[in-house]
């Protein structure tokens, strides 16, 4: 995905490009990582006085919205493409972070602003995909909403936010409310900033904050401590296999995984988790009865599929899914930061993309795969490389559903401990943000495995198998 497009119909084209123009979404136009077009309704109109409204057949208040209008505008953009369309209305889907991530995923969106007292049923019944609401109130026209739905997408998309990590960082993620914060003085208006904030002390300070937002978002809002509780719950039952269930423990306690499925038999577990941020399922079942009704359960968008049991393999390899690879779960559980002994090491911007696409695109996967995902990473903050006198010689990074991965040194300059140093940078930079570090051997990787050993990582017992959803017209 090279630039996420956002289309927003409306009456008001100006209010739409003066509203986001000065913000954070406003530079990201700058560079380059979505764009804006505001599109004038009223250009489209066949009416020679430029109206694009009229009275409601049966009656009633107020002026509608006319369909021609509003359809040529739709097709002057989207074309014969089916665009995933949203109109902004009081009577849509009641507007959730998890809906920002799902659109965050679309390479182009079409917003629809109705005006007056709405917009014929049937152009709405022709173009619209998804009608969504910002509240239970009602706004005089759908621009503000289609704002605030932007505003809250484009952050989701790596690049956009200065710091590439901020957004999959942040706690609302987690089902958590923030916690406090301060800042200087120390002192104001005789309040004091809590003492443990000035301790220097970072696991106690961790600990006081998790405190705080599972204190206020019990108190504010009991329906998402709700969540957060059942994830809780389930982390605790999963810890009995910890080197099995680390990639689900993760991705719940970083508040990625939604729980589409699980059952219970004495100590065993079975799980359907899906990160719909990046369209990843996880999955572990007790026998093919359980696997089969899982496989029944996993969303149309997903893209890709990890599960640790052979019959699960199966059983989605007979729909839809092909292996993609048999791996070994390797975990790091301690708390300790690792030496990194070669030091030219940093993080990668785009203009370090050409190098990482040429080894692990061109070269590891085939010519012409698709950089877009290893773009998408770099953008998202979450691609090192390592460089000997400035000349780059490999790179390491952090997947998005979590896991560690993507190590690669080139072959002049291996055996000179680079992979164990940027293995060992990407575990600090995990570990800095209180994540278990976790990656998936390749079987049959035997190098890799002896590295894995020498870092300090556990290996799981099982195997694991990377499915990817075969798409229709590719079979
Ligand atoms: N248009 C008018 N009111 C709205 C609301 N609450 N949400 C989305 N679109 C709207």
Known sequence: MDMTKFHILTLFPEMILQGLAPSVIGRAVEK?????NAVDIRDYTLDRHGKVD?????GGAGMLMQAQPVYDAYRAVAGDRRVRTIYL????????????????????????????????????????????????????????AAMVMID???RLIPGVLGNGESAEEESFHNNLLEYPQYSRPEIWQGVRVPEVLLSGNHSKIAAWRLEQSRQRTAARRPDLYARYEEKQRLIRRLSGEKRNHIHMMESLARGRAEILYEARRERETAVLLYDRGCGICMMTALDGETG??????????????????????????????RVSGEFRQVLYTRRETLPVKHKEIRQLSEDDLPYVCKWYCDEGRGPGVDCGYVRERIRAGAMYG??????????????????????????????RGIAASLEAYVVNRMLERGWVPYGHVEAGNAASERLQEKLG?????????????VLANTI
């Open 386 to 415: 390592a460089f000997l006198e400035g000349r780059q010689v490999g790179f390491a990074g952090i997947h998005d559903e979590g896991s560690l991965g993507m190590l690669y040194v080139e072959e002049p300059f291996r055996g």
């Open 54 to 58: 009229d009275y409601p057949y049966g």
């Open 89 to 144: 209305t009081p009577q849509g889907r009641p507007f959730t972070q998890d809906m920002a991530a799902d659109f965050a995923r679309e390479e182009e969106l079409v917003f629809l602003c109705g005006h007056y007292e709405g917009i014929d049923e049937r152009v709405l019944e022709r173009v619209v995909t998804d009608q969504v609401s910002i509240g239970d109130y009602v706004l005089t026209g759908g621009e503000l």
């Open 457 to 469: 990582f556990y290996k799981a017992e099982k195997s694991f198998w990377w499915l990817e959803k």
């Open 292 to 321: 089969e009704k899982m496989a029944d359960m996993l969303p149309a968008d997903a893209r890709m599929a990890l599960v640790s049991e052979a019959f699960l393999r199966d059983i989605l390899t007979g729909r839809q899914y």
């Open 32 to 36: 380059g990582v979505i764009s804006l």
């Open 152 to 154: 809250a997408i484009a």
